[in-house]
């Protein structure tokens, strides 16, 4: 089994980072966690956090430490920790940015006439030098000092970030000007304007780029919102108010009319229809009465409901659903890698050609003042943070829509890969079929029926099986009692046998069970052709009786495999029943291919031959049986009915119970990779073209500065657009 699909949450943490301006910062960030040697971590830049896995002794304060140590700021994410505190802190930090934009801008409006009346045709400059000297100071060194600071903990770690190339254009446009300016240099240029102009537009980018990023986890935010701060409680004989934080295991909580219900739990009082869309996606209400599960978040629609917890806090579905979504929103896909290498060495290489730009262009023109601006233009166009924003903008937003729809994603990996399927492995049982089978027939051949079904439900009685569940709810309804049964012994993938009052006998597959005897194929084969599963009870002696049980294909079944078929996707179905049962369930589903009389052992072997096909072979499963298979698929879908290890397998949950959830998985990569690609071949291309054109000497640095700023903002906003598409 593939162990990196079993989720193990035990030595894990979450960072939110604080301090970072371009991806190289995240690179950094990521390279210094991961130095240490019982550590693996993957830093996103657009969530601005961090994924920490503790392998080994290395203390969390370790981390936060070698963190601070190169310059940024980290808070571990944990149940103590008040959310809300992370977001006045971003509040704060994006008021203080703000206010400095506004005072860099007032500072830099003056040059902006300066622009005007040079291009107007004025013969000398509008404002005196030193007002120019003045006004320019500050903004490159008090609005600016983020700049220099962020580049000195870039070269002191041996690397290059934004900041450097920021610091490098700005200051050489400032640093010519103010000689220019000391020595009454009359016949030469000032370019205080270019060094304002540029940090005060990279500021309104920053600004609008963080304002963009925040909205992309708006889904997430979306999930906390629905919790319900207070909850009223039933103690000792009076209803009580309450924190939602305070609740426990066992209370007895009231939930009235429209209120949202603050735990997980089972109903103990009253009736109701419960909204459940904001966890699973379907918007139709479900019914609620004593005994249903209810869970956290969701609304309460009409009357009363009396509720007793059993999950709290951070153990309810929605802190699992939001772990699970944060988690993956902050992992990596692999079609990052890519961009990642480039921004590797894209500073360095800026930095070189604006070097050769300078040298080139001087030699070439013979003017110092035509090459010293395609020298600077091209180190304030180059921008490593559109490329490095290019795929997690659009993965936080893909995974955020998913989890709105009822899909979970449990990293980016299986986002990216869903659109490349190419085969999907469905399991018959509570997959294509509802997984509630129910006894259709009973052909008794010695005996009456009531004895062959008391006599199977007494053996089934100690199994486990979605079939023996069946067959035991039938023979309750007998109103006698089971057998007790002696010997019992469970034979997977066949059957069961004990003995009951000194009698043994046996209930499974007719062929297992009548290793010794004859059949009746005639029975046997008209409940198969009707899609039934047929199971045999027998004693030591003979055939006893025949006993058929139907799991009805849900509602959706059939329209969802029609869409995967017309996406390209090949379908197979796997299942344990017999060739006459898997061949009507195949046909009325709309399958064409399918696996009948396959062990739960031999799942995993099939998914195993269809990868030698060289294909992206998905499964989707719900059972015990279902985890090694879903292990080695490329892709693995479980419902949430399913068992916890198939849930914990699998790299999506599929919250509906609906195979109509798969394509939407798989339409919603297809739109998610979409906008990456998009995003990816924006930043490539700006930055191919926009180079060149800069060290040309075809751009005006103010205009660069304007560029690089804007590049970032329009690929996080073209993430956005992934929220107004309908999966």
Known sequence: MDSEKINNAENTAELQLMGMTCVNCAAKVEKTLNSFPDVKASVNFATEK???????????SELLKAIQDIGYQAYEINDDVDA??????AAAEYKKERTHFIISAVLTVPFL??????????????????????LATPVQFWIGWRFYRGSYFALRSKSANMD???????SMAYLLSVVVTVFNWTDQHVYFEASTAIVTLILLGKLMESRAKGKTSEAVEGLLRLQPKKAFIEKDGQVLEVATSELKVGDIVIVK???GIPVDGVVVGGESSVDESMLTGESIPSQKASGDAVYAATMNQEGTLKIKATSVGSKTQLAQIIKIVTTAQGSKAPIQRLADKISGVFVPVVVLISILT????WFFAGDLTSAFIASVSVLVIACPCALGLATPTAVVVGIGKGAQAGVLFRDAKALELAEKIKVLVLDKTGTITEGRPQVTDVFAVHGSKEDILRWAGSLEAGSSHPLAAAIVEEAKKLQQDLFLVESFKSVTGQGVEGVIEERSLKLGRPHWVAADFSLNKEVIAGFE???????ALADAERILGYIAVADKIRTTSKEAIAELKKKGVKVIMLTGDNEGTAKEIAKQAGIDEYKHSVKPADKASVIVALKRRKERVAMVGDGINDAPALAVADVSFSMSSGTDIAIETADVTLMKNDLQSVVHAIELSEMTLRKIRQNLFFAFFYNVLGIPLAAFGMLNPVIAGAAMAMSSVSVVSNSLLLKRKSI
């Open 50 to 60: 961090a994924h920490v896995e503790l392998r080994g002794n290395t203390q969390m």
């Open 84 to 89: 809300a505190k992370f977001k006045e802190e």
């Open 113 to 134: 006439f300066e622009m005007v009346w040079m291009f107007a045709g004025g013969h000398h400059e509008f404002m005196p030098r030193w007002l120019q000297l003045i």
């Open 164 to 170: 450097v190339l920021v610091a490098l254009g700005t």
């Open 257 to 259: 009319n429209a209120e």
């Open 358 to 361: 300078f040298f080139a262009t």
């Open 529 to 535: 052709n009707q899609g039934k599963t047929v199971m």
